[in-house]
Nanobody, 129 residues
Framework: VQLQASGGGLVHPGGSLRLSCAAS????????IGWYRQAPGKEREGVSC????????YYSDSVKGRFTISRYNAKNTVYLQMNSLKPDDTAVYYC???????????????????????WGKGTLVTVSS
């Protein structure tokens, strides 16, 4: 099982990027896929996840309304469309796979938890003017 995140780069605040998570050795549509990020000096943070069963999507409060996760099964790829980017979004972004999305919801708040089994190499996103 191998995953590879790509599509990172330098973007101005307010700009957009689309990250891709490609798989080799297995079929992504059979797995829940999560996106995570780690900024310098900070802990890894779950950003989004898409389930393998009904296509449910989940977002952390920090990106809700700005990021969109989607699948393109014909290309065995999961995307993370990132709009209205902020300097705080600067981080290395990783994709991960498991049987289900590790989600915690309390009231109106949602957390994408760590603990997914399969991880890929990350891609750097830098948001700066």
């Amino acid at each position: 099982v191998q995953l590879q995140a790509s599509g990172g780069g330098l973007v101005h605040p307010g700009g957009s990027l689309r990250l891709s998570c490609a798989a080799s050795g297995f079929t992504l549509e059979h797995y829940a896929i999560g996106w995570y990020r780690q900024a310098p000096g900070k802990e890894r943070e779950g950003v989004s996840c898409i389930s393998s069963t009904d296509g449910s999507t989940y977002y952390s409060d920090s990106v809700k309304g700005r990021f969109t996760i989607s699948r393109y099964n014909a290309k065995n790829t999961v995307y993370l469309q990132m709009n209205s980017l902020k300097p705080d979004d600067t981080a290395v972004y990783y994709c991960a796979a498991d049987t289900r999305c590790p989600i915690l919801t309390i009231g109106t708040q949602t957390w994408v938890l760590s603990g997914m089994n399969y991880w890929g190499k990350g891609t750097l996103v830098t948001v700066s003017s």
